[in-house]
């Protein structure tokens, strides 16, 4: 599994009360890359996730 902390795009959006979709297109526009990957999961930190959410309007 991914280092502790660490979570999936949708399990943050989840946990930040924000939708999947805006947040996954938030990492995008903000050019932010996965912490973590295993196979073909991404795994985001708490950092990242909150970085990603205050681009989301």
Avoid: Q
């Amino acid at each position: 599994m991914a280092a502790e902390g660490m979570k999936t795009a949708s399990a943050w959006a989840k946990d930040l009360g924000v939708p999947e979709k805006k947040l996954k297109e938030a990492f995008k526009a903000a050019g932010i890359e996965p912490d973590a990957r295993k196979r073909v999961c991404a795994y985001y930190a708490k950092a990242s996730a909150e970085k990603a959410k205050k681009m989301i309007p």
